[in-house]
């Protein structure tokens, strides 16, 4: 709204000249907000990045420097990676390292790959039997289920043990992976997905004569393809990363996992720096770029998973 002066010039009434004003000072505050804001994720994405960029430049530096403060090495080393894989000598040593880390490499991705294979499929069956099938008891049954989740897992480590010894798998592929082929909490994740699916798709493939089998595979499987996703990604890289239960139940070296068999690089010649730092990119490198080519299907999954169901 205008107004006229005694000059008969006209301007903006005093109301609307102070709302412009409020509305420039809110539009002025939510800048600084998201510059702050930026200028925070951007500090807390350095202090992030820099233990892996020092792992990664540590990985290329000879055994003299990597006890130096510089960051960049003076000397470069991409041998490091050769001597881990074996295909080259330690300098210091000259003969190969006395590792078996590629053997190490196989058994952490066969392990992992087995036990998410597993544990998808039986969380998914148990997730459609809980969800979609109605029998007495059904939800009672499943807090029981569920309330599994609540009793630490080192408390279920003698008797997982115990179970393996009198099934006589100790040191074996088989004891790493049965143990872990079943999930309360892949069940829970996947139920919840597959309570969001309308019954009535159920109900028509039931109409058209298909059995619960054939319900669950083309049907309720893949429009639950989100839950599976994330559960697959979670579930390998929680046993690709296992440490306590291969360290118990592992004895022979070839048998070893990442995890246990990068201890080696500590006990078996002194302290190596630089070969570990050098196996630890070579370990992280798979996780990383499983997250980044499944990022999204990952972030969809979870945001599906949000939602009530």
Partial sequence: MS????????????ETAVRGNARERRAALRTAGRFAGFALMVVFACTVTVPFLWMSTASLKPRSETESPHLVPRQSRPSNYLVV????????????????FPKWYFNSVFVATWVTTLQVLTSAMAAYAFSRVRWPGRDKVFLLYLATMMIPGLVLMVPNYQIMVTLRLINSYSGLIIPAAFSAFGTFLLRQFMMTIPPSLDEAAEIDGANHMQIFLDVILPLARPGVVTLTIFTFLGNYRSFFWPLVMIKDDHLRTLPIGMLSFQDSYGNQTEYLMAATVMCILPLIVLFIVMQKQLVRGIQLGAVKG
């Avoid at 107004?3 to 005093?14: E, I, Q, S, V, Y």
């Avoid at 894989?85 to 078996?100: G, M, Q, S, T, V």
């Fill in 85 to 100: 894989l074996r295909l080259a000598e330690d300098p210091h040593l000259r003969r190969l390292l006395d590792l078996h």
């Fill in 3 to 14: 107004t006229t002066d005694r000059n008969g010039r006209t301007g903006l009434a005093p």
